[in-house]
């Protein structure tokens, strides 16, 4: 009888694990839908936080938004692809914005290129 608990509180333990981890996986997917769809995905009607940077059309309060969401980024954990590649791609994109320099957030900010790695 003992055991049979022993084991049943291992099962509930993994299950509860389980859970928590296929949460935070579709916690970070919302964060990624979010930071991609407002800050990476330009639309004809709406562009998206990182057109108007690069167009030099955002405002202070958009910038800071993108520089927020590219730092966020950072700190993901992406679906494919090593760690290491993600570190660099990011960083690069978070080095540019901290720089204002655009010419190298038009790079870093090459949606196939991270996208074929990561997605
Ligand atoms: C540094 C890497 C990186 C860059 C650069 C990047 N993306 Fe993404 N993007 C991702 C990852 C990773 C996902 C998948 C996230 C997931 O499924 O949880 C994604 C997903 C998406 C999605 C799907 C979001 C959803 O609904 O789930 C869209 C749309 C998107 N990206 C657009 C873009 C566009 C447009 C660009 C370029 C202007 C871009 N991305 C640049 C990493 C990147």
Known sequence: MKKALQVLSVFVALAAFASFASAKKSEQHEIFEEIMKKGFKSTKEKPAL??????????????????????????????????????????????????????????????????????
């Open 50 to 119: 990182l057109k108007k940077v690069i167009d030099g059309s955002a405002t202070a309060g958009e910038k800071a938004k993108l520089a927020e969401y590219v730092k966020k980024l950072v700190t993901l954990k992406p679906p494919e692809g090593d760690a290491d590649s993600w570190k660099e791609k990011t960083q690069a994109l978070n080095a540019a914005m901290m720089k204002n320099d655009l010419k190298a957030l038009k790079t870093a900010a090459n949606c196939k290129a991270c996208h074929k790695v990561h997605k």
